[in-house]
């Protein structure tokens, strides 16, 4: 193949393979020897997203302390128990100024129930899978969780190179699989 030929190969991307259909949603979780390597890798994922060479989803560190217990980082994602009141002391201020205290409280109990079902029908982990991670986890390590749709291989792979981590879990195809297991264990 020329360098000519080279220049014009598009990359491939994770979703768009014959297994694969180009919306669904893959899960990756790596295991990090500790928390600050995970949210690094978190923050690359972010870097990239940036850059438009994935499509993230949702992301997630899960660590297990030395006592056992599992902590999860939803990286600013908020809960349906956080983003109801927030919505509805947003949207009933405004109203208590505009139109007294008896129109706001309908207007803000109305916006809290819409944000609750609104970010339980987001996408995203279910805690119940993220406490299952941390559960599997040795006291002291970490996990990246990512849930992607759409990722440029080529820009995935050079980054994840960086990192010292195992693909614990995924639902990715069984040759990108091989390959990303391959580059987190490459030094």
Known sequence: MTTLEQATVTPRRIGEDRLAAPLERRVVVIEFPDVFRAQEAMLAAARLERRL???????AVVTRETGGMVRINRGGRPSPWTA?????????LPVVWLAGLWVALPAGVVAGV?????SRAAVGFRPRFL?????RLTPGRAAGCFLVSHAHLAHVLAEVRRFEGRL??????????????EALAAD
Do not use: C, F, Q, Y
């Open 53 to 59: 060479s994935i499509v993230l989803n949702d992301a």
């Open 84 to 92: 109801g009141p927030t919505a509805a002391v947003a949207a009933g």
């Open 114 to 118: 819409i944000a609750a079902l609104w």
């Open 131 to 135: 406490r299952k991670i941390g559960r």
């Open 168 to 181: 614990i879990h995924s639902t990715l195809p069984r040759e990108i699989h091989r390959e990303l297991s």
